[in-house]
């Protein structure tokens, strides 16, 4: 059986299959009235990756640095301080009104207890660096665990001695790459996987001593796609001026010209059974999921990592999580948890935020080793189960409407405007960009950036263009970005990394960088088309195939869902022609 529905939020039918009834009968909640999509986007609203301010520690009143804007009302404690036992959560608690809307005194409840000013643990001189775990020697990283000697890295796991990386996993001495995994030295490169010694590269696997290749499976010592021998690879290497700007810039707008003249696999996946998405590896059952690794049994999930099972609706972390619905930031071992944010070693929570290690919990937040408790109030279990039925039949007698009209029963997540984050610091901003009056009029909020301006001391365009050519006083100077015009430093640990490869100083700020990788990161939505192949070419005839396909001199007639969007103009094959192409 399967029934279709007509988002609340966006007015577009959507289809629930039966095996997603199934799911919703097996976690005990109502089927969702908000597609999939809209869900996603409401869970990323609560998800300010990357976003450093400077705002009053509510114990001390110093200016610290945390992910909260200083314009929202809610305060913040250090996260060494807010770990610890000098303060009790359950100070907070209350008793439920069943004469307004649970969610109204869940808001309420959110915004009167302190958040940790940055939401990271284990972190070793890794001050600048939020949404982490496990780093040292770290530097504005964000959505990251477990790293060594690292600067700019966003999205992964276990890296060490790098710079300028997103979504990147085991690699170390690498820079300014989009998904190089399980890989050493790899530069300027998009999704690549176990590779070495690789410059300008996009989809290789296994593959070492490569520059400015595409597509290429197990090889070494090619040139712009062309083998060559041994010696004239590391001539040419030798020759290569890796540490001049000019050299870099010159060659990398060569590259992704060059990358453009061949097909894209349809969709990025490694490894997997019975799955579909974009970025999906050694999955099993894992349908509409997006940046899912290690995962069985999910579906329109996002960013999990680690062991998932038997979820949907999971935004970000993972690590041995199961059973979880529509939840954002829930990790370590966390499981049976329903509607909650930013928790974990959790069991059996809904509708909570910021707990730790706790179970049997409705409605409550910065909790840490407790159970049963009901907007951080205390219960025995049998009140606690007695209350929290009567509150969620409640929820459905008594819901909450928001600003835009929207109806919030029990089995909504947490509504966006309750977010302490505008629409334009969080990644929904970074897949699903939308101008301030798009995003207002969906009713999200929206701020504009008023980070404290620096007198900058050197226009980029004025650094040295060769690095041989920088000396440590570059250290103490505040650097003019060319895109954006802020300010940003070279630090000594980075200055090093630069020198060692070597490579020049960036032009541009941390952010800009950022942008310019994230052009090649396709959003999580799907379109329907055709294969682009037509036997001898692809539609546009840019590319010649150089081996014949299953479908002859005829136009492929696979058809498929894919993350590529019509506007990219890309060349994109089904699975069976692009692994005839790959070699």
Sequence with gaps: ???????????????????????????????????????????????????????????????????????????????????????????????????????????????AAPWPSMSAVRLVNSDYCNNASDLKNAYLCFDFGVGENIGYVIGGTTVTDSFDLYQTRHTELSYDNYMSDESYRVFFSVNCEDCHEVWFSRNLIGCQNCFGCVNLRNKSYHIWNKPVSRDEYKKFMQEFQSGSRKTIDETKRRAHEFWEQFPMRFTLGINNVNSWGEHVE???????????????????????????????????????????????????????????????????????????????????????????????????KEEYKKLRDKIAAHMNEMPFTDLQGRVYKYGEFFPSEFSPFAYNETIAQDFFTLSEAEAKSKGFRWREPNAKEFATTIDAANLPDNVKDVNDGILKEIIKCSGCGKAYRIIQMELQFYRRIPLPLPRLCPECRFKERFKFVNPPRYWYTQCNCTGLNDDLKIYRNGAPHFHGEGHCPNEFETSYAPEKHAIVYCEKCYQAEVV
């Design 1 to 111: 059986m399967k029934e279709t529905r007509t988002c609340q939020n966006c007015k577009k039918e959507f289809v629930i299959e039966q095996e997603d009834f199934d799911f919703y009968s097996k976690v005990k909640v109502p089927p969702p009235t908000w597609c999939p999509e809209c869900r996603m986007i409401r869970r990323f609203v609560w998800r300010n990756e990357r976003n450093l301010f400077r705002k009053k520690e509510e114990i001390t009143g110093q200016e610290i640095f945390s992910g909260i804007h200083p314009d929202s009302p809610i305060k913040i404690y250090k996260r060494g301080y807010w770990w610890g036992d000098n303060w009790d959560p359950l100070e907070y608690g209350r008793g439920y009104d069943f004469s307004r809307p649970f969610f109204e005194q869940f808001k309420e409840l959110m915004y």
């Design 282 to 380: 050694h999955c099993k059952n894992a349908k509409v999921c997006y940046s899912v690794h290690n995962a069985e049994n999910v579906k329109y999930c996002q960013s999990l990592d680690h062991k998932v099972s038997d979820s949907y609706d999971h935004t970000i972390w993972g690590d041995a999580t199961s059973l979880i619905y529509e939840c954002c930031t829930i990790g370590e071992e966390s499981s049976g948890c329903k509607f909650s944010y930013n928790s974990l070693g959790c069991r059996d929570i809904e509708y909570s935020a910021y707990c730790n290690a706790s179970s049997d919990l409705f409605g409550c937040f910065g909790l840490h080793k407790k159970q049963y408790c009901i907007l951080n109030k205390q219960y025995s």
